[in-house]
């Protein structure tokens, strides 16, 4: 239900209707009003074709287009017989944008000043349906042949191209209204079955076919055209609770889904909508050390796109404390005691002396052990059942050494009152910088 919630709040789609089926046909900004109905209780929306079954409506970011030429049979018969001719006020038709119906490869076919001059056709080579806009004033710029485009993007505006006539287009208050573009309107069609790309619209010398080839009344589309879908799904953990998500996305969507599992045999269930400006996702509050799998989906409308590749990883487990070394790294000028602590409860300690990393096969501590020429100490903690600690490492430099006992002085007698022997053979030997060893005998 979380989702339902999401989709209300989207505003960019479009549904085309018929009394056999329904397909959305593409999207735009916010939904908006189109010109009045027409016909026998249609749907409110320009009717595409003559038995009505269909209408459309933000293909322009305005109201107001109506039919340009006279209704009917008469209007476009032949080989594109579904094809209409759109315009609005004079004054504002020319410059109008102009926004994909379907998703696919967009064909740019300029006719110069004949036929339906600057046209572009978009084909979508999975349903062999082709959608042409003719009598453009000018391409997006970022289109070109060969360019996939995915429905509800801008691709150019309206012009009065190729062979037009002076007056199609409808004036609000006739002799008012100036008219900047003499002709300016939309030549609409839709094609069915179109082969390849050298094949009837899609020809570069042949802008028509045969009608029984060709002609497509848009009630005809009996499914629905998916937005792109989402690729180089990645998952990496970011902590013992947290899963970093990215993914790759260069379409037009209205946002995404995001589904999880627990575990490579689990079942999917929904996680999150994700706004269509994301390309990453952190998901939080996972179990410790435990592997999720994630998919993701993009939507448009209500129509979703096909399931991105699946990726698996597992949340970091639990880690071990990073070992404490002492005494702490310095100078000493002789052998010193090392002594390895960590603050984790039966956990093993494995240490270095050769400044390599420490590894379930290195040195295993059990008590203080000595140093008595310089090195680098290494230190990692290990329990089963927990990520490995972090190592520690500590250098020492170690100089000199316990000096050499002077050489006996002669003993010194003094008197003694008491009558005892003094004690003999006083000596004093250098142990280290802060300690010195005396010695004497008595007997």
């Known amino acids: ?29 916010a939904p908006r009003p189109t010109a009045e109905a027409q016909g026998g209780g249609q749907p409110a929306g320009i009717v595409l074709n003559p038995n009505g079954r269909s209408t459309i409506g933000g293909v322009f970011d305005s109201t107001g287009w109506g039919l340009a030429q006279g209704t009917g049979t008469g209007n476009h018969m032949g080989d594109d017989y579904y094809a209409l001719d759109l315009a609005r006020a004079c004054k504002e038709t020319s410059g109008q944008n102009l926004y994909a119906g379907i998703s696919g490869k967009v064909y740019l076919r300029d006719y110069g000043s004949v036929a339906y001059g600057k046209s572009l056709v978009i084909y979508d080579d999975a349903s062999r349906f082709a959608l042409r806009y003719g009598h453009m004033k000018e391409y997006a710029p970022n289109l070109a042949n060969g360019v996939r485009i995915d429905a509800g993007e801008y691709i150019g505006k309206v012009g009065n191209t190729g062979n037009v006539s002076s007056n199609t287009c409808t004036v609000d208050t006739p002799g ?54 989402p690729t180089n799904l990645t998952a990496n953990p970011g902590s013992s609770s947290q899963m970093f998500l990215s993914w790759t996305y260069d379409h037009n969507a209205d946002g995404f889904v995001l589904e999880r599992k627990q575990g490579f045999a689990g079942t999917f269930s929904f996680v999150a909508n994700v706004d269509k400006s994301q390309r990453g996702y952190t998901d939080s509050n996972l179990s410790t050390g435990t592997t999720y799998c994630y ?27 990073t070992p404490v070394i002492s005494p702490g790294p310095g100078s000493y000028s002789g052998p010193i005691s090392i002594s390895l602590s960590t603050a984790t409860s039966g956990a093993s300690i494995r240490y270095t002396t050769n400044g390599s990393d420490p590894t379930t096969t290195s040195t295993l501590y059990s008590s203080p052990f000595s140093l008595s020429a310089s ?9 089963s059942g927990m990520n490995d600690s972090p190592i520690a490492s500590a250098a020492f430099t170690i100089s000199g050494g316990p000096s050499p006992s002077p050489s006996p002085s002669p003993s010194v007698e003094p008197p003694s009152s008491s009558g005892l022997p003094p004690p003999r053979n006083l000596t004093a030997g250098l142990v280290n910088s802060a300690e010195v060893e005396i010695r004497w005998e008595y007997t």
Do not use: W
Not at 297 to 308: L, M, W
């Open 176 to 229: 008012v209204d100036p008219i900047n573009d003499p002709g300016a309107h939309v030549h609409l069609a839709l094609y069915k079955n179109v082969q390849s790309e050298t094949d009837g619209p899609l020809a570069t010398t042949s802008n028509t076919g045969p009608a029984t080839a060709y002609a497509a009344d848009y009630g005809y589309l009996d499914s629905r055209i998916s937005p792109a879908t």
């Open 375 to 383: 090195a680098t100490v290494k230190a990692r903690a290990f329990k």
């Open 295 to 321: 998919r993701l989906k993009a939507f448009r409308g209500i129509v979703d796109s096909g399931y991105s590749n699946e990726v698996c990883a597992q949340t970091d487990q639990q880690g071990v404390a």
């Open 1 to 29: 239900m979380a989702r339902v919630k999401e989709r209300r709040r989207i505003s960019r789609f479009l549904i085309i209707t018929s009394f056999a089926s329904s397909f959305v046909l593409f999207l735009t900004s």
